[in-house]
Structures are given as C-alpha cells and as structure tokens.
C-alpha cells in the first residue's frame, strides 16, 4: 500500500465489511422469526432439516467472501492478511451493530449467542468475539501501515507460539461446551478466564513483534543518517 492510497483503501475496506454485516444480520433476522418467534434464549431449539446445511454453506461462503476481498485488496501475504484482519474485525462487530438495530438484540454484550458453525458450534457471549476482532481491527491496522512502509512482519519462534496458544484458548472456550448446544441443553458459565488469557496472549504476540520491529526501523533510520 502506498502512502496516498493507504487511507482510502482502508476506508473503502471498512465500508465493505459494514455492508456485509448488514447482510450477514438480515438473514439472522429472518431466521429468528422463522426458528424462534419466542425470542433467541438458550437452551435453544435447534434446526434439524436441511436448512443447517444450508447455514453452514452460508458460513463458508462468508469466509470465502472476506478472503477474495483481502486478496484483491493487497500486494502480497502480508497486505492481504492484515486487510483480512480488518474486514473480518470490522464485518463481526457490526453484525450485532445491526442486530441491535433491527431486533434490539442484544440487550447487553453479555448475552450468549452462536458464533460459528464450523467445525462444530461455537457458543459464548457477544464481548467474547468482539473483544478478538477489536485485537483484529487494530493489528490489521497496523500491519498495514509496516506494508505502506515496505517494512516485512516476520514474527520470531515465540510470538508464534504465544498466538498459537492463545488462539486455542479462545477457541476451547468457545466449543468446550457445544454438547450442550447440540443436546438442546442450557450451557455451563462460559470461561471468561480463558478469553482473557488467550486475548492477552495474542496482544502480547503481536505487540512484541511489533516493537521488535520498529526498533530495528529506528535503528535503521538512525544508522543511515550518521
């Protein structure tokens, strides 16, 4: 990304990924008032024709969606993954942006919902995935300023490790209880202990680095200027 091209690109990113949001949260809209007239409380009553397939297809093809977005948008590994990073951030917490809007839902970001479909239910309150595409938003934001720079992001062993774990904490603590879910049965408390950890473990991947890398800038920087 150039300089003159950067904001603009992130900006007509942003859009695209609010639009889908309101797409993505019409479909919700017509599926609660099909599936749960009631209202969306757990246990929930779970959709066992074929309309699930239908659901996990649609999933796919969202994901498909925001890969071919980023994919157009960046040069090359880095450009794309950090335009992923920011659609897929800003495209999840404007889904329930919309949601709030059109169902009033929901009441707190405390509220459970399904978070994924694949490859097995993903169940947790709202904070939970808004908290990681908040993390999303600003390391997409980020990597791609180091792009606009023509500065590489290549993060060691550890951090590596690091975002590895974390993002299997979040991950367990989303499907650690999808019996429930499948069983039409009422979820345990969910493991805020493992959201904040996992969070944590990815923030401080990225931000080690992060700063790694703009120290070796500045020294750059500095070296030639002597």
């Given at each position: ?5 950067l ?39 779970l ?24 994919h ?20 999840d ?5 919309w ?17 994924f ?10 904070i939970?995935?808004?908290s ?19 500065t590489?992001f ?23 209880d ?49």
């Amino acid at each position: 990304m150039r300089q003159y091209g950067l904001i603009p690109k992130l900006l007509w990113l942003t859009l695209f990924s609010i639009a889908m949001a309101y797409v993505e949260s019409a479909v919700v809209v017509y599926l609660r008032a099909i599936y749960y007239p009631e209202g969306f409380i757990f246990p929930l009553k779970l959709i066992t024709d074929y309309k699930i397939t239908v659901e996990v297809f649609r999933e796919v093809a969202t994901i498909i969606m925001l890969l071919t977005v980023a994919h157009l948008a960046g040069r090359n590994f880095q450009e794309r993954f950090a335009c992923l990073m920011l659609t897929f951030g800003v495209w999840d917490i404007f889904y329930y942006v919309w949601l709030k809007i059109l169902l009033d839902w929901p009441a707190s970001v405390f509220d459970w919902d399904i978070l994924f479909l694949i490859p097995l239910p993903w169940i947790g309150p709202v904070i939970a995935p808004v908290s990681i595409s908040v993390l999303m938003i600003i390391s997409g934001i980020l990597l791609a300023r180091l792009s606009d720079k023509e500065t590489a992001f290549r993060p060691k062993l550890l951090p590596l490790l690091l975002a590895l774990a974390g993002t299997v904490l979040v991950l367990y603590s989303f499907m650690c209880d999808t019996g429930a879910m499948l069983h039409g049965q009422m979820p345990k408390p969910y493991r805020y202990d493992l959201l904040i950890i996992g969070d944590i473990l990815l923030l401080t991947a990225f931000l080690v680095s992060y700063m790694k890398i703009l120290k070796i800038s500045g020294q750059k920087v500095r070296g030639g200027e002597i």
